[in-house]
C-alpha cells in the first residue's frame, strides 16, 4: 500500500505548515532570549529561591527551543525523504507506514509493528537486568 499523490500532498502541506510555525517560534525565542539574560534575571532576585526560579525559567527556555529544533530537523528528514521516494517506507523492515500512522505523526521513521519493537528494546537500556 504505497501513498497516493494526494496523501503526500496532504502530508507534505502538513509538514510544510509546522516547518514554518516552527521556524518562527525558535526565531522569536531566540530573540527573546537574547534581550532577556540570565544575567538581568539574576539580578533582579533577591533570596536563593528567586535564584532557582531564574536558573529554572533558563532552563526551560532552553529545553523548549532544543526541542523545536529537534522537531525541525525530523520534518526537514521527512520532507527530504519525500524528495527521495523514500516517505512512507519504515526504515526497520521497508514496508509501508500506514496513512493513519502519517497523518498523526508525519515524521514517523517506522511501521507500527516495528515502532511497537524499538520501544519495547529501548525502554530497557540502561537499566541493570538480572
Known sequence: ???TQNELNELRTK????????????????ERSGSEHYVDLAGQVADAGEA???????????AMTDRDIR???EIEAALAR???GS?????ECSGDIGFARLQA????????RCQTAYERLSSNEGRPTL
Open 52 to 62: 532557582s526560579v531564574a536558573d529554572l525559567l533558563v532552563d526551560v527556555d532552553t
Open 105 to 112: 505523526y508525519p515524521t514517523a521513521t517506522r511501521c507500527i
Open 1 to 3: 500500500m504505497s501513498l
Open 71 to 73: 522537531e525541525l530537523r
Open 15 to 30: 509538514l510544510q505548515s509546522r516547518r514554518t510555525q516552527l521556524i518562527e517560534e525558535i526565531r522569536s525565542e531566540l
Open 82 to 84: 519525500m524528495e527521495d
Open 87 to 91: 516517505y512512507g517506507q519504515c526504515a
